[in-house]
């Protein structure tokens, strides 16, 4: 073992089994800190990644409801996670063309990630989280894999009831264990009779930053585009994953090493932040999404524009909206303000 390994097991051995939750902000916070993990010759590779397509399809969605909502003079484009800055620097092209052109804020917490983003969106305004982002503007918000970065909560079951599970370590290795009981109270009722070994996630994290994003949005306008892999509705199971050079591997090794995220649930996110006077739409289907909001006419223009590269086009097109692609398995999920209309491909 080295670096964060070591010190999470010191850790457990001074204090005791951490919990999941833990375990994952530890692991990706030094992750993320450390690397560029996005691309063919990185860990993995996202939808901005595999064409402009998708950031332009981004943009001019967003470009439509500020237009629809009477295309006002102060608003701001805010994106979690921006990654290498691809999907920004391809909206803001798309919204440009369509005459907004809004200041950026950025929340990313990784200094590596954030020069990146300074090349491809040199004028962005840098946030440590979603507090400090502005207050007195309607704001039109992306977060494209993020949410599914965040901590999970796992909580599994017994013959005695549900016990948080925690992380503890042996021989160099991970291991995580059932820890105390816990009462039924953070598990939704039709969840709660389980056989034993069954494993519920939760992600405080996650709704914490949907009910931040939803307050801002209810109180100034806007909306927040929330797109990521995961499921319509809370259920049993554990998704925690670890990739490295696109392939899967064991998460309870090599702890900041490799990629850990797990399935969004958007039920979750969507009650958070219908709370705070929101309206949710959705999740629906990214291909359908993208689909309805015009992919195959921009795939056409495209390739119109470029005849080489027609059939690299339609590949990319076809990743990004397939069903055993990316078409089904990830979900796009909107947090509209009061008084904002309905973005398209959500009837
Ligand atoms: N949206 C980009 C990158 C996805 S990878 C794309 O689609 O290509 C996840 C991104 O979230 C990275 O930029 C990572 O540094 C950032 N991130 C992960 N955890 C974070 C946290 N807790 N706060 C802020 N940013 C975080």
């Known amino acids: ?136 503007r309607p704001l039109l918000i992306v977060a494209n894999e993020f949410f599914d970065a965040l901590p999970v909560r796992q909580l599994v079951a017994t013959e005695s009831g549900w016990h948080e599970r925690l992380v503890t370590h042996e021989n160099g290795r991970f291991r995580p264990v059932a820890g105390p009981r816990i009462g039924t109270e953070p598990i939704p009722a039709n969840l709660r009779a389980a056989v034993p070994g069954t494993v519920l996630e939760t992600s405080p994290a996650s709704a914490a930053i949907a009910r931040q994003l939803a307050q801002l949005v209810a109180a100034s306008g806007g909306a927040a585009l929330i797109i990521d892999y995961g499921h319509a509705e809370t259920a049993h199971g554990e998704t925690l994953q670890a990739v490295v050079r696109h392939d899967y591997a064991d998460p309870w090794i090599n702890p900041g090493e490799q990629d850990l995220t797990a399935h969004v649930d958007f039920q979750a996110l969507g009650e958070a932040a219908r709370a705070e006077g929101v309206r949710v739409l959705g999740p629906a289907k990214q291909g359908d999404w993208l689909r309805s909001i015009g992919i195959a006419e921009r795939a056409a223009a495209l390739a119109r524009y470029s005849p080489g590269r027609a059939e690299e086009i339609a590949v990319a097109r076809d990743r990004l909206v397939a069903a055993d692609q990316m078409g089904t398995l990830f979900k796009v999920m909107v947090l509209v303000a009061p008084g904002w209309p309905d973005p398209a491909g959500f009837a």
Do not use: K
């Open 1 to 136: 073992m080295g670096g964060i390994a070591d010190r999470l097991a010191r850790l457990i051995d001074n204090t005791g089994p951490i919990s999941v939750a833990h375990y994952m902000a530890e692991a990706n916070a030094h992750y993320y800190a450390s690397r560029d993990p996005l691309g063919a010759a990185g860990d993995f590779t996202t939808a901005p990644e595999i064409s402009q397509m998708f950031g332009e399809l981004v943009g001019l969605c967003l470009a439509d409801i500020w237009a629809r909502a009477g295309s006002p003079a102060q608003i701001a484009y805010v994106e979690l996670g921006p990654g290498r800055g691809t999907l920004a620097a391809d909206a803001l092209r798309a919204m440009g063309a369509a005459g907004l052109r809004p200041p950026v804020h950025f929340v990313e917490t990784s200094p590596v990630l954030r020069q990146a983003q300074a090349e491809r969106v040199p004028n962005a305004h840098w946030h440590d989280d979603a507090g400090t982002l502005p207050a007195d």
